[in-house]
T-cell receptor, first 115, second 111 residues
Framework: GAVVSQHPSRVICKSGTSVKIECRSL??????MFWYRQFPKQSLMLMAT?????????EQGVEKDKFLINHASLTLSTLTVTSAHPEDSSFYIC???????????FGDGTRLSIL | GEDVEQSLFLSVREGDSSVINCTYT??????LYWYKQEPGAGLQLLTY?????DMKQDQRLTVLLNKKDKHLSLRIADTQTGDSAIYFC???????????FGAGTRLAVHP
């Protein structure tokens, strides 16, 4: 089946550091990838939709300068949390949708902890 | 706007059937999904149903869709302890086919 690989799985770093998270579709091409954030015991909140070769579409309330998204190829999207602070600590999950269809396949998530 | 609601908690005895319910608001949703999340992990796609279907069965899983009432359910037959997890219902919405998730139902399976 379709596999989405997300790296790293866990990051612990100091406040002010920028952190890059990668999302790769391993065995299919994905023109669209999605980035979600999940707080403890809560549902997934869509942050942005990443489109290959064009600018990402951000959800209301998500700072585009804070969460930089690059979707440079049909198999890779990256999320960079710039100048991270403790309030950015969260579980970040990406998903990828196969070309022209459904469903979305999810990565295993990245747990980000900012000290 | 779009909204997906589901009960937050369900407790069942091992071997019994579990039924997790979900309601959604976007009548134009083409697909509805069930995902499973275990602690500290990402989401695992369990099953999905196209909006022109009433029922879909896949081994122990049965999905029922009542489009008139915008109600979706997931039945797990012969529930096992390994089924303990959070189950998310999601509808597809919008031009980019983004997913709108419910809050998740925590399923606890006890002996």
């Amino acid at each position: 089946g379709a596999v989405v690989s997300q790296h790293p799985s866990r990051v612990i770093c100091k406040s002010g550091t920028s952190v890059k998270i990668e999302c790769r579709s391993l065995d299919f091409q994905a023109t669209t990838m999605f980035w979600y954030r999940q707080f403890p015991k809560q549902s997934l909140m869509l942050m942005a939709t990443s489109n290959e070769g064009s600018k990402a579409t951000y959800e209301q309330g998500v700072e585009k300068d804070k969460f930089l998204i690059n979707h440079a190829s049909l198999t890779l999207s990256t999320l960079t949390v710039t100048s991270a602070h403790p309030e950015d600590s969260s579980f970040y999950i990406c998903s990828a949708r196969e070309l022209g269809g459904q469903p979305q396949h999810f990565g295993d998530g990245t747990r980000l902890s900012i000290l | 706007g779009e909204d997906v609601e589901q009960s937050l908690f369900l407790s069942v005895r091992e071997g019994d059937s579990s039924v997790i319910n979900c309601t959604y608001t976007d009548s134009s949703s083409t697909y509805l999904y069930w995902y499973k999340q275990e602690p500290g992990a990402g989401l695992q796609l369990l099953t999905y149903i196209f909006s022109n279907m009433d029922m879909k069965q896949d081994q122990r899983l049965t999905v029922l869709l009542n489009k008139k009432d915008k109600h979706l359910s997931l039945r797990i037959a012969d529930t096992q302890t390994g089924d303990s997890a959070i189950y998310f219902c999601a509808e597809v919405s919008g031009g980019y086919n983004k997913l709108i998730f419910g809050a998740g139902t925590r399923l606890a399976v006890h002996p």
